[in-house]
Structures are given as structure tokens and as C-alpha cells.
């Protein structure tokens, strides 16, 4: 290439892709027309919001194993809807047996894993949530989100635990406040406990 068209791509180049970030920008921003799916950045936001949505589930039940009851309804309140069923089936249950635990909202999910993990003698607990898999549809405004679960719940720091694993299957709706679980079930695949041998 030449001195002088060097020269001129020098100075035009900036401006050039200037124009077309811009265009970029201005096209993945773009809301879609109502009635059709989200797509580029909308979607990326709505995938983002609703994966959150299962951390911050986790945040609530640990707040709860700490003894926060109070505050793991706040954060409850933050990703469920209000009359969200939160539903756990039995490890080794078979598919078609009835659920271990059906409850009719987040608030009272709240209050019965407060006396289960006191009955059990939790000092804390800790919920790893991963595997998240999101799918959206009904235009939009819907999603199903299926995760595993890795779960620690503390007896003695330094001796005993018990251990939860399985899968979470939820809905979630897109309301006027954001992205919302409104159904949680939860199929357990085990459940035990683990102590440290004696010195």
C-alpha cells in the first residue's frame, strides 16, 4: 500500500469503525416487536436475570441455615413470586410417588426448613447451585430453568455434616419488578451424613 492511501486509512479508520460499533450497538438494543421473543442483548439480559434467580435462592435457604429467618424471607421475596409452591421429592422416590414436601409459598418454605434445620442441629448451611439451564418461550415472558444442587449442611465444623445432591426444576416469569420463580421443585438424588472418624 502506498504512503498517500496509508495516510488516508490512517485518518479514516477511526471513524469509520466508530459508525459501525454504533450500528451494532444500536441494532442488538433494539426492542423486538411485541408478541416475539427476546433476541441479542434483551436476551442476554433475561438469561443473566433469570440464572440469578437461582442464587439468589441459595442466599435466602443459607440465611435461613444461619438462623436469619427474617432475612432469608427478604431475599426469598427478591426472586420468588408471592405464591410461588416450592415442592421436594424423596431420594430413591419413585417418579410417580407423591412429593415428601409441598408447600404453597416462599414464606412458608421459609418457616419450615427453619424448624427442620433447628430440629437437625444445623449451625449452617451451604447451598452450590450450578448446571443452570435456562430455556424462555411464551413469548418472552416465561422460562424453565433446570440446575443441580450440591448442599452442606453443618452439624459440627470440624466433625460432622450432612449432604445433599440433586436436581432443581423451576418456572420463572417475567413480572413488572423483573424475572420471578414462580414453581420450584426439587427431586432429590441423595442424602446423608458424613462424620470424621474418631482420633
Not at 421475596?77 to 405464591?83: G, Q, R, S, V
Request: glycine fraction near 8%.
Amino acid at each position: 500500500m502506498s504512503t498517500k492511501h496509508g495516510n488516508f486509512w490512517h485518518r479514516v479508520w477511526p471513524a469509520v469503525s466508530t459508525i459501525v460499533l454504533a450500528g451494532a450497538v444500536t441494532l442488538l438494543s433494539t426492542r423486538p416487536a411485541e408478541g416475539t421473543p427476546p433476541n441479542g442483548l434483551q436476551e442476554l439480559r433475561a438469561l443473566q436475570e433469570i440464572e440469578d434467580l437461582e442464587y439468589c435462592y441459595a442466599a435466602g435457604t443459607d440465611a435461613v441455615g444461619r438462623g436469619d429467618l427474617q432475612g432469608g424471607k427478604q431475599i426469598y421475596a427478591k426472586c420468588f413470586t408471592e405464591n410461588a409452591p416450592i415442592v421436594i421429592t424423596a431420594a430413591g422416590a419413585d417418579p410417580e410417588d407423591p412429593p415428601a414436601v409441598s408447600v404453597p409459598s416462599p414464606d412458608a418454605w421459609a418457616d419450615l426448613i427453619d424448624g427442620l434445620f433447628a430440629d437437625a442441629g444445623y449451625v449452617s448451611t451451604q447451598h452450590l447451585i450450578s448446571n443452570v439451564r435456562i430455556d424462555i418461550h411464551g413469548n418472552g415472558h416465561e422460562a424453565t430453568i433446570t440446575s443441580y444442587l450440591s448442599a452442606t449442611h453443618v452439624l459440627d465444623p470440624v466433625s460432622s455434616i450432612q449432604v445433599a445432591h440433586g436436581t432443581y426444576t423451576s418456572e420463572a416469569v417475567k413480572t413488572p419488578s423483573g424475572w420471578k420463580l414462580k414453581k420450584r421443585t426439587f427431586r432429590t438424588l441423595t442424602f446423608l451424613r458424613l462424620d470424621s472418624p474418631l482420633p
